[in-house]
C-alpha cells in the first residue's frame, strides 16, 4: 500500500507581497504529533548509532562535520553531499534534529536544514532516513521558501518546502508566445508522496479536495487584489490557476473555464494554448523535469 504523505500549501496571505507557495509534507493517517529531538541532546549520546559533538554528528554510520564555509556528509569514506553554508556559517549543524516514525513507522530520519545565508534565499533540507533495511538521502531543494519544518513536524502540521515552480513557465514555452506582467513570482506547490521507499511530487487527482480548495482560495485573493480586467495577462496568475487545476483533477476545458470566469479580458487563444502547455507538461515524468526532491538509497 502506498503511504501518501502530502504537502499542504501555506496559507493565502496577500499578494502584495511576494508569494511563496510551497508543497508541503504530512502524513494523513496518523493523528499523533511527532517527537522532534535537537541533534544537541545527543551530546555524550550512550548509543553510537546517533552522537553530537560541536564539529560533528553521527548518524548510522554517516558523519555530517563541519569545514570553513560548508557542511560535509561522508559514509563508508564516500561523501554523499557537501552544502555551502555561505553567509550563514557552519554553526547552524546545530540546527538539526531527529524525527522518530518519520516518514512512517520503524523509520527515523536526521533532518539538516542548511541556509545560504542570502536573505530568504536558499534553503536546501537534507533527510537521511534509517529504514530496516538500509538508509535514505532525500535532498528537498526549498529554494526561497524559508519554513520552520521542525515545528511544523512536532505538531503534526504540513512542513513546507519551496519550489521553483516558474519553470513550469519556461518548459511549456508558452514566455515566448505572448506579451505579460509578471510582478510577484508565484511558486505554485507539489504534494509529495512516500512511495516504494521514496519521495516522489504527486500525481494530477492525487489530491482532488486539497488542491480544489487551494484553487479556490487562490481565485478568490486574485479578485480581491488584481485588477482581473486588465487586458495584459498576469502569467504567473495564470500558470498558477492552471497548475492547481490540472492536479485538483480537472480537464482542460473546466481549467479554460475557470480562467476565462476570473480573466475576462484574456484571449481565449491564450488561455486554451496555455492550458494545454502546463497540462502536457505536468502529466509527462514530472520528476524528471524538476530537481526539488531527489532521493538516494546509500549504499
Known sequence: MIK???????????????????????????????????????????????????????????????????????????????????????????????????????????????????????????????????????????????????????????????????????????????EYSSPYGMYPDYYIVFDSGKFRLAKPGEFKKEYSKTLSDFIQGIRKDYNTKAATPYIDLVETIIFYAAMAGKSEDEAVSILKSTFPKYKEAFLKNSTSSIYSLINSDIDQQFDAVKTEHLK
Open 4 to 178: 501518501k504523505i502530502y504537502l499542504h500549501n501555506s496559507i493565502f496571505m496577500s499578494f502584495f507581497f511576494l508569494v511563496v507557495v510551497t508543497f508541503t509534507v504530512c502524513l494523513i493517517d496518523n493523528a499523533f504529533a511527532y517527537t522532534t529531538e535537537p541533534i544537541t541532546d545527543f551530546t555524550n549520546n550512550k548509543s553510537k548509532d546517533i552522537q553530537y559533538t560541536d564539529n560533528k554528528i553521527i548518524f548510522y554510520g554517516v558523519e555530517i562535520s563541519k569545514g570553513q564555509e560548508e557542511v560535509v556528509a561522508i559514509y563508508k569514506r564516500n561523501k554523499i553531499f557537501e552544502q555551502d553554508t555561505g553567509l550563514a556559517g557552519t554553526d547552524q549543524i546545530s540546527d538539526a534534529y531527529v524525527v522518530k516514525d518519520f516518514p512512517v513507522k520503524e523509520m527515523i530520519t536526521l533532518a539538516i536544514p542548511i541556509s545560504n545565508g542570502g536573505g530568504s534565499c536558499c534553503m536546501t533540507e537534507r533527510f537521511i532516513t534509517k529504514t530496516p533495511g538500509n538508509l535514505i538521502l532525500t535532498t528537498i531543494d526549498s529554494g526561497q521558501g524559508v519554513i520552520n519544518n521542525k515545528e511544523n513536524i512536532a505538531n503534526n502540521i504540513p512542513i513546507a518546502v519551496g519550489i521553483q515552480a516558474t519553470e513550469l513557465l519556461k518548459k511549456s514555452n508558452i514566455l515566448k508566445k505572448v
